[in-house]
Every structure is written in structure tokens, then in C-alpha cells.
């Protein structure tokens, strides 16, 4: 049987990168507020641009927090404290504008809501997508983990001082050359590294091909016609929130798949996870991820919708790509059976109300096998259950 063979690319940024900075600095907001109050609402979005940096949103709490503290902290943790830097921790104007969670909304999420009373509703309408296949160990689709791995490693150097001259913005991406669904090799690598003024273009190469791509990705994936841009604009000085704005929740696709798989639009950094954009998104992927363990498929696509308010997905479907060993109405029914799926059940049999979001900004929020004490929904717990269920 012939496969068709085609390219399909990913990227990942780095901590330092504007985006990034936003999502870590929501997401560390979220944390001091779960930390002392497990009930609290958060909706935190942050901007970021030369020495600025804006929070807003909404924030119900019995939480007391500092957030200028935690803004500096956070940017400091990042890197950005070399003193010439215009994004400086130290030197940040810091504005907020936080109020509380609209008590409309809230009569939906705290279960006042007449339609289900006394049962935790949804924090808003819209679909959520989880995705898992047998490329990689993690059960993700190769481009993102290769273009993750990447960026991690710029990240692992620049801390640990083995490369002095990186700094903290950067980008990865990688094509892979498929046939049908197997990857067979890779395209083209891009590496971008914010860096010190006085390094050179050959120095920066020679470290990333033998200290980042080389660790990175595996050999046999490489050959010789495999290309690779490093820094391909021959300078990268300015970086960070100095050369670009950064928003809150404007890398979604790196934090998912890649663009493999659809992505509902919802962002993730921020939100408590009463909001079905975070929760039930980490749900479909924890399904996705244990239909393909348990053998029913070997690639999967969960999707869940909620209307704001009401407790119950209005509608569950999966999409198994040609790949299922047994029909996906089947599947759905096994799912319905196995899975919990109103919002407070989501959070409790996840356990998301935790302060662990801090740990899920960089490098994806899916994928992350080596942490299965916070990323729960990693686990495949349930693959037997749906193989039982499912005859297989």
C-alpha cells in the first residue's frame, strides 16, 4: 500500500519570548491565588512592551497578594536582569486593573444557576480539542515535541551558564517529512536565540548544531540533505519585550499540538480551572491520550462542548482518522462511560486546584510525561478500563 508523503512543521518559543513572559506572569498570579484560596476565580491576562507591563482581568479572591511582587519575580526567574536591558524586573512600570468575576457569570460556574441549581456549571460556552498519536513516546505528534525539546535546551544552557552569551528569547521549529502517518525524516530545522552583542554568527552556529540539535533531536531523523536556519537574519540582539508586545494566551498552538489536531481558540494562562478552556481541554487530551494506549486507535481527536452555565457537554465526538479498531460511535459511548465530564467533576478527578500552573507555561501543556504528579491528565490510567469496555 502507497502512503502519501508530505511535510507538516511546528514551532516552539522560548521562556524569554514576550508571550511566554505574559503566560508565566498570568499563570504565577493564578498560583498565589490558589496557594491560599482553592475557590478563587482568576481570569489574568498581562501585556508587556519595553518597560512595561500591564495585568488585567478578573480576580474573585480571599487571597492576599502582591502582584508587583510577583510580576518581578517571575521576570527575574525568566532572565531578564542584565542591567543594560530596557525589560529589566527591576525597572518594570507596573499597572493593574483587576476587578471581580461578573456576578452573571458567577450565578452559572457556583451552581446558582436555575437550569442545574446547586451544581457547578461551566465558566463559558465553546469546544475544546484533545489529540494523542503513537509518534513518539509521549504520544504527541512528533514536530511539536522535536521543536519543544529544542527550545528547552537553549533554556537548559542559558541557566545552567554552559553558554554564557544566550539570553532568554528564542524560537524552534521543525518539518517533518511524513509518509502517510509515520515520520520519516526531518525537512528543515530553525533555530532563533536571542544573544550577547558580542558573539559571532559562526559561534552561535557551531553551538547550536552540536549543543542543541544534536541533543535535541534524534540522529537517525537527520541526514544530509536536512537544512538548517540558525539565527537566519545574521543578528539577534534585541530581544524580548523590548523588540515585540507581549499577550497573554497568544500561543495557543504551542501549547497543544503544533497545529496537529484542531484547537478550540480558548487560551489556557491564566484561568482557574473553572473556565472549560483550560479544564476541559486538559480532559479531552487525557481521553485522547488513553483511546490511543488502550489500542483503540492509533491517532484520536477528542472534542468537548459546553454552553456556559450548564454542567453537562452538550456534545462529545471522536475522530479517529481511518485508524480505529472499532467504530468511533462505539468509542464515544465507552468514553461517556469511563470519563467524568462536568466541570467540577473534570477538576476533581484531575485534581486542578492545585497551584501548578506556573509548571505547565513553557513547553507545552501536553506531552509532559516526566511530571505526572502535576500533569495529571498525562496519565493512561484508564486505557484498560476503555479496553474492557471496548473488546479489545
Request: glycine share 8%; proline share 5%; with cysteine.
Amino acid at each position: 500500500m502507497t502512503f502519501r508523503k508530505h511535510v507538516f512543521a511546528s514551532e516552539s518559543v522560548t521562556e524569554g519570548h514576550p508571550d511566554k513572559v505574559c503566560d508565566a506572569v498570568s499563570d504565577s498570579v493564578l498560583d498565589a491565588c490558589l496557594e491560599q484560596d482553592p475557590d478563587s476565580r482568576v481570569a489574568c491576562e498581562t501585556l508587556v512592551k519595553s518597560n512595561l507591563l500591564v495585568l488585567a482581568g478578573e480576580v474573585t479572591t480571599r487571597a492576599k497578594l502582591d502582584y508587583v511582587r510577583i510580576a518581578r519575580e517571575r521576570v527575574r526567574e525568566i532572565g531578564y536582569d542584565e542591567p543594560a536591558e530596557i525589560f529589566h524586573a527591576d525597572k518594570l512600570q507596573i499597572v493593574y486593573a483587576l476587578t471581580q468575576q461578573s456576578p452573571d457569570i458567577a450565578q452559572g460556574v457556583d451552581g446558582t444557576h436555575t437550569a442545574t441549581p446547586g451544581i457547578q456549571g461551566a465558566g463559558d460556552q465553546g469546544m475544546m480539542f484533545g489529540f494523542a498519536c503513537r509518534e513518539t513516546p509521549e504520544l504527541m505528534p512528533a514536530p511539536i515535541i522535536f521543536a519543544h525539546r529544542l527550545c528547552r535546551r537553549l533554556s537548559e544552557l542559558r541557566h545552567r551558564g554552559v553558554v554564557p552569551w544566550l539570553r532568554p528569547d528564542g524560537k524552534a521549529q521543525v518539518s517533518l517529512l511524513y509518509e502517510g502517518y509515520r515520520p520519516i525524516r526531518v525537512e528543515t530545522v530553525v533555530v532563533s536565540t536571542q544573544h550577547a552583542r558580542e558573539v559571532g554568527q559562526d559561534t552561535i552556529r557551531d553551538v547550536i548544531l552540536s549543543e542543541v540539535i544534536a541533543k535535541a533531536i534524534p540522529p537517525d531523523l537527520l541526514d544530509r540533505s536536512t537544512r538548517y536556519f540558525i539565527n537566519p537574519t545574521g543578528r539577534f540582539v534585541i530581544g524580548g519585550p523590548e523588540a515585540d508586545s507581549g499577550l497573554t494566551g497568544r500561543k495557543i498552538i504551542v501549547d497543544t499540538y503544533g497545529g496537529m489536531g484542531r484547537h478550540g481558540g480558548g487560551a489556557f494562562s491564566g484561568k482557574d480551572p473553572s473556565k472549560v478552556d483550560r479544564s476541559a481541554a486538559y480532559m479531552a487530551r487525557y481521553i485522547a491520550k488513553n483511546v490511543v494506549a488502550s489500542g483503540a486507535a492509533d491517532r484520536a481527536e477528542v472534542q468537548l462542548a459546553y454552553a456556559i452555565g450548564h454542567p453537562d457537554p452538550v456534545s462529545i465526538a471522536v475522530d479517529t482518522f481511518g485508524t480505529g479498531k472499532v467504530d468511533e460511535q462505539k468509542i464515544v459511548d465507552a468514553v461517556r462511560e469511563t470519563f467524568r465530564l462536568k466541570p467540577a467533576e473534570i477538576i476533581e478527578e484531575l485534581a486542578l486546584l492545585r497551584p501548578i500552573y506556573r509548571r505547565t507555561t513553557n513547553y507545552g501543556h501536553f506531552g509532559r510525561v516526566d511530571e505526572l504528579d502535576t500533569f495529571t491528565w498525562e496519565r493512561t490510567d484508564r486505557a484498560v478500563i476503555l479496553q474492557k469496555r471496548l473488546n479489545l
